[in-house]
C-alpha cells in the first residue's frame, strides 16, 4: 500500500508566491525524502530529513517533518516558473531491508 | 550529466519483441534500481541489486528480466510484454554496501516504453 500521499495533487500559482505541498504516512520512519521531476525527466532528490529532525532548510526550500501527527511539508518560497514540476515525497522505514516508498506526487504550475 | 544514464529514452516495440533496457551510473554507488512509472500511479519499485546480489523483487511479470552485470550497470530485458505495461522506466542507485530506504537515490532520465 501506498505509504505517503501527497496534498494538494496539483497546485497552480503565480511566480513570487509561495507553493506548499504536504505529504502525509501511515508507518513509522526512518527518514523522509523530497523529489523533483521535471516533464520527461527523472527524479531529482531535494531534501532528506531524519526522525529526529523537525525542519530543515536547503536554499528556497523549507521542509518540516512533524512524526506526531506523520506529515512532513515542502516549501518553496518566491516561486519561479522553473519550479514547475511534479514533486514526490519518499519515506524511508525504520526496517532494515526495507526500500523508499515513493507517493503519487503533487503537479506544481508555475505561472510567469 | 545526471551520473546515471538510461538508454533508450524511447522505445516502441510490439508485443512478440525482446528488447533490453540499459542503466549505467558513474558515481561508484553499490545499489541500482528499477521503477515503473505509469499515469496517475505512485511510483513502483520493481528489482533492487546491491553489489550485484538482487535483493528484492516486487512480484514483477517474468516478462520482465533484470541483469546486473557489475555494480555499474543494470539491464531490463524485455519480452512477451502487454500493452498495460507501456510506461516510464527509471533506474537509480544509492551509496550503503546494505540496501536501505536511508540513503537518496539518484535517477537517470528514463525510458519511455509504448507497446503495440
Known amino acids: 500500500s501506498q505509504q505517503g500521499e501527497e496534498d494538494p495533487q496539483a497546485l497552480s500559482i503565480q511566480e513570487g508566491e509561495n507553493a506548499t505541498m504536504n505529504c502525509s504516512y501511515k508507518t513509522s520512519i526512518n527518514n523522509l525524502q523530497w523529489y523533483r521531476q521535471n516533464s520527461g525527466r527523472g527524479l531529482v532528490h531535494l531534501i532528506l530529513i531524519r526522525s529526529n529532525e523537525r525542519e530543515k532548510h536547503s536554499g528556497r526550500l523549507r521542509v518540516t517533518l512533524d512524526t506526531s501527527k506523520k506529515s512532513s511539508s515542502l516549501l518553496i518560497t518566491a516561486s519561479r516558473a522553473a519550479d514547475t514540476a511534479s514533486y514526490f515525497c519518499?519515506?524511508?522505514?525504520?526496517?532494515?531491508?526495507?526500500?523508499?516508498?515513493f507517493g503519487g506526487g503533487t503537479r506544481l504550475m508555475v505561472k510567469p | 550529466e545526471t551520473g546515471v544514464t538510461q538508454t533508450p529514452r524511447h522505445l516502441v516495440m510490439g508485443m512478440t519483441n525482446k528488447k533490453s533496457l540499459k542503466c549505467e551510473q558513474h558515481?561508484?554507488?553499490?545499489?541500482m534500481y528499477w521503477y515503473k512509472q505509469s499515469a496517475k500511479k505512485p511510483l513502483e519499485l520493481m528489482f533492487v541489486?546491491?553489489?550485484?546480489?538482487?535483493?528484492e523483487n516486487n512480484s514483477v511479470p517474468s516478462r520482465f528480466s533484470p541483469e546486473c552485470p557489475n555494480s555499474s550497470h543494470l539491464f531490463l530485458h524485455l519480452h512477451t510484454l502487454q500493452p498495460e505495461d507501456s510506461a516510464l522506466y527509471l533506474c537509480?542507485?544509492?551509496?550503503?554496501?546494505?540496501?536501505?530506504?536511508?540513503?537518496?537515490?539518484?535517477f537517470g532520465d528514463g525510458t519511455r516504453l509504448s507497446i503495440l
Open positions: 558515481l561508484g554507488h553499490n545499489a
Open positions: 537509480a542507485s544509492s551509496q550503503g554496501r546494505r540496501v536501505t530506504g536511508n540513503q537518496p537515490q539518484h
Open positions: 541489486y546491491s553489489l550485484e546480489e538482487r535483493v
Open positions: 519518499a519515506t524511508g522505514p525504520n526496517n532494515a531491508g526495507n526500500m523508499l516508498t
